[in-house]
């Protein structure tokens, strides 16, 4: 496969678990692999290279990730059951003014209830894919008050702007914590009050609602209803030439607007909003 670039002191970019056994490349920006100061055995045994010419010795061989080890690995972790129906998420459209008709009640009940994630192998896992693709050196740790939720997906999910990333969680594992300089596994993802405020209202709250809230907050975002927002956002348009940049370079319009900024659509600009 295409190795992907990973070093975050070169790029910043969003972690795909693509990687299989590889040959070790050494790297112009090396990633310490483990505890750093292992010996040649021990470095190798791991999955890590190892090459004494400069620090560290012991480094990540990003092509190194075995797919079998990483299921194990996935498989352990708690996940959060699938839902049964969506009735829940159907009333809150309705209280929140979102325009569901049938063809999008019945969108909204086949993402929630098929909603899953492939991963190694092409396997799907039930897993719930964060909404905003957030790239690692953008990322704010979620849900910071319980370490456990760097280990435990129920936990980060308690919190629907919570997104785990089970692939860097599978780098860590392997890896070491420091991997991709102490990047969060559970962090923050969809942070918009309006979005916060619709989760708010299905109880009791499952991630795999998240898909289905969205669809909710497409609808109620552009309404009429909401036109306080909308007013905000025509005038952070209007003055985006000076308005400070929310988010990265790539994010789009709908990661924008769920991270509570305005999107220029004529100068793909994603901009934090002007009073």
């Known amino acids: 496969m295409k190795q992907k670039g990973l070093w975050l002191s ?8 693509e990687r299989v056994v590889g040959q070790c490349t050494s790297s112009v920006e090396r990633q310490v692999c483990g505890a750093g100061n292992l010996e040649q055995q021990a470095c190798t045994s791991n999955g890590c290279c190892y090459e004494a010419s400069r620090e560290p010795k012991c480094f990540i061989n990003v092509e190194a990730v075995n797919p079998a080890q990483a299921l194990t690995i996935l498989q352990e972790l708690p996940t959060p059951p ?3 129906n969506v009735d829940a998420v159907k009333r809150v459209a309705s209280q929140v003014g979102a325009r569901v008709d049938t063809s999008v009640s019945d969108s909204i009940e086949e993402r929630a209830l098929t909603f899953g994630t492939s991963s190694l192998l092409g396997l799907t896992l039930n897993f719930p894919v964060c909404p905003v693709n957030v790239p690692i050196c953008h990322r704010t740790k979620c849900n910071s008050l319980n370490p456990l939720s760097e280990s435990n997906p129920l936990i980060c999910y308690q919190d629907p702007r919570c997104c785990f990333d089970k692939d860097l969680y599978v780098h860590k594992a392997i890896f070491g914590q420091q991997y991709m300089s102490d990047a969060p596994v559970c962090h923050y993802g969809p942070t918009s009050s309006r979005y916060v405020d619709i989760t708010r209202l299905i109880v009791p709250w499952n991630p ?3 898909e289905a809230v969205i669809k909710i907050f497409d609808s109620v975002f552009n309404n009429a209803i909401n036109y306080q927002q909308q007013a905000v956002c025509a005038f952070t348009v209007a003055i985006s030439v000076i308005a400070k940049q929310c988010g990265w370079e790539s994010i789009t319009k709908k990661e924008c607007q769920l991270v509570g900024c305005c999107y220029d659509d004529t100068r793909k600009y994603c901009a934090y909003p002007q009073q």
């Open 10 to 17: 070169l790029f910043c970019v969003t972690l795909l678990l």
């Open 82 to 84: 699938a839902i049964e």
């Open 208 to 210: 795999f609602y998240q």
